[in-house]
């Protein structure tokens, strides 16, 4: 019905940078709100970045000044910039989108399958 898809994870140092894609397709009317979850292992998923259709960001704090959330309207899609990258964002990044379905019109939260982003020291 709604297929959500990351891309763009991998190793880097500490430092470096790195950029996720994500891609929201399918039986799509409209979408809310995209963002960014990362979970390490044995802790919780948490928020990284969200913005909403109209442009309204909001980031964690860990993350504030070092990592910029995009998106294109037209292609249902979100990017996370990440720059000076630490040992502790090392985790699993998962998108997620808010999509009204054509089918229902109701609005659904979708999950991509996640991408490992590991930051060496």
């Known amino acids: 019905q709604v297929q959500v898809v990351e891309s763009g994870g991998g190793l880097v140092q500490a430092g470096g940078s790195l950029r996720l894609s994500c891609a929201a397709s399918?039986?799509?009317?409209?979408?809310?709100?995209m963002g960014w979850y990362r979970q390490a292992p044995g802790k919780q998923r948490d928020l990284v970045a969200i913005?909403?259709?109209?442009?309204?960001?909001n980031y964690a704090d860990s993350v504030k000044g070092r990592f910029t959330i995009s998106r294109d309207n037209a292609k249902n899609t979100v990017s996370l910039q990440m720059n000076s990258l630490k040992p502790e964002d090392t985790a699993v990044y998962y998108c997620?989108?808010?999509?009204?379905?054509?089918?229902?019109?109701?609005?659904?939260?979708?999950w991509g399958q996640g991408t490992q982003v590991t930051v060496s020291s």
């Open positions: 399918g039986s799509i009317f409209s979408v809310n709100a």
């Open positions: 913005i909403t259709s109209a442009g309204s960001t």
């Open positions: 997620k989108a808010a999509v009204e379905v054509t089918t229902t019109y109701r609005l659904n939260d979708y």
